[in-house]
T-cell receptor
Framework: QKEVEQNSGPLSVPEGAIASLNCTYS??????FFWYRQYSGKSPELIMS????GDKEDGRFTAQLNKASQYVSLLIRDSQPSDSATYLC????????????FGAGTRLFVKA | GAVVSQHPSRVICKSGTSVKIECRSL??????MFWYRQFPKQSLMLMAT?????????EQGVEKDKFLINHASLTLSTLTVTSAHPEDSSFYIC?????????FGPGTRLTVL
């Protein structure tokens, strides 16, 4: 079982729709959860961080964390073509000295 | 967010040569920096954790003698790919840990001919 799992996609949504990205993780002791956006050929850019159960909203982005289900998601409202990128879920846990483990990423396409 | 720089952004070298990549945290002191490698359409794979003033911690399967890491100061870590081969061609990304988050450099695209 992969430590951080994401659907590779591609996920295709029309402009203005809500894009929903999901991620599960295996280390129940994980403490910090992040969503990064990565454009092709570029390094990841932090979008959201979340540390406790529930929702966290920042502009058009909402991160949701459910530690009991070991599940974290990212919602993008009013999706724009510029949101088209690969979204990486990352989890920092207790094992191995608080290393951050990345999922393989979900490719999102927002159609104009 | 914090700024992390990498140099060079792109390098092409011949097989057998060594390449040094620099990673700098520009606006905060980073006691810990990380080096990742990313092959096309794959996720970031942690290569090693670089700690200022001590030896780097390498992930399983990463040859420490091939990927030399030096973290000489709180703002600079270097990765040297020794005797590079075509299979080492990849996107190398560093990050600096600080302010409860991890900040990535822009990456270095290495192509070994």
């Amino acid at each position: 079982q992969k430590e951080v799992e994401q659907n590779s996609g591609p996920l295709s949504v029309p402009e203005g729709a809500i894009a929903s990205l999901n991620c599960t993780y295996s280390d129940r002791g994980s403490q910090s959860f992040f969503w990064y956006r990565q454009y092709s050929g570029k390094s990841p850019e932090l979008i959201m961080s979340i540390y406790s159960n529930g929702d966290k909203e920042d502009g058009r982005f909402t991160a949701q964390l459910n530690k009991a289900s070991q599940y974290v998601s990212l919602l993008i409202r009013d999706s724009q073509p510029s949101d088209s990128a690969t979204y990486l879920c990352a989890v920092t846990g207790n094992t191995g000295g608080f290393k951050t483990i990345f999922g393989a990423g979900t490719r999102l396409f927002v159609k104009a | 967010g914090a700024v992390v720089s990498q140099h060079p952004s792109r390098v092409i070298c011949k097989s057998g040569t060594s390449v040094k990549i620099e990673c700098r945290s520009l606006d905060f002191q980073a006691t810990t920096m990380f080096w990742y490698r990313q092959f096309p359409k794959q996720s970031l794979m942690l290569m090693a954790t670089s700690n200022e003033g001590s030896k780097a911690t390498y992930e399983q399967g990463v040859e420490k003698d091939k990927f030399l890491i030096n973290h000489a100061s709180l703002t600079l870590s270097t990765l040297t790919v020794t005797s590079a081969h075509p299979e080492d061609s990849s996107f190398y990304i560093c990050s600096a840990s600080g302010r409860a988050s991890e900040f990535f450099g822009p990456g270095t695209r290495l192509t070994v001919l």
